[in-house]
């Protein structure tokens, strides 16, 4: 998935001249936290959130007393952009930035110009797409070698029951000489799946099925 079929698309923004209460009226009215910062060419300036215009504005308990504070510009709140998206940049790698930089928002830019915007809600949206939850199935987690070529051997077992598969991912476990795959497959009974991953030789971590060694 690249960052293009995910990202907001109808971003809005907002100048560096704008003041703040027309920041707060933005996010009230379109129902977003994050307006990027952008002058007429759509150029990138900064980024202002819904943090920053909270730290900005009066409390609700003074707002009468301090109106001049919803006057001054959001170029005086908003924050450097330190990390930009491309539109062809994956999702996956994205989210690595999110995590580690413990971030909430991302502006995409194409030629430095604005073209969208990915938060949270974006990146939560992809993972349950790339997970395949979205759709109707079960969930099976299969120890395997961790070794080359397993992921194929395993799916050749699940093609005995033609079944949907609409996601496969990988994982460690904590054993360092196998791995986890996870897949999606779509069935709501999977006890004759699993019984047959059983009868070759596989360990099913999940579900767990009563009366079963799972293979050990």
Request: glycine share 4%.
């Amino acid at each position: 998935m690249i960052v293009q079929n995910m990202m907001q698309k109808n971003t809005v923004t907002i100048h560096a001249e704008e003041t703040i209460g027309t920041a707060l009226k933005l996010m009230l009215e379109k129902d977003v936290r994050y307006l990027p910062v952008v002058d007429d060419s759509r150029n990138l300036l900064g980024l202002v959130t819904d943090r920053e215009v909270k730290d900005a504005s009066p409390s609700i308990f003074h707002q009468n007393e301090h109106p001049e504070d919803f006057q001054k510009p959001v170029s005086k709140i908003m924050k450097d952009a330190v990390f930009t998206a491309h539109p062809l940049d994956i999702a996956e790698e994205l989210s690595t930035i999110f995590y580690e930089h413990n971030i909430s928002c991302i502006p995409v830019l194409e030629d430095n110009k604005l073209v969208g915007l990915v938060t949270e809600r974006e990146m939560l949206h992809a993972f349950i797409q790339l997970t395949g939850t979205h759709q109707p199935g079960s969930h099976l987690e299969v120890a395997v070698p961790n070794e080359a070529g397993q992921l194929a051997k395993v799916a050749s077992v699940l093609k005995d029951f033609h079944l949907n598969i609409s996601s496969v991912l990988v994982y460690p476990s904590h054993d360092e000489k196998e791995k986890i795959v996870v897949f999606r497959v779509g069935t709501m009974n999977p006890l004759p799946v699993i019984e047959h991953l059983i009868d070759h030789g596989y360990e099913v971590k999940w579900p767990p099925v009563p009366g079963e060694n799972n293979g050990k």
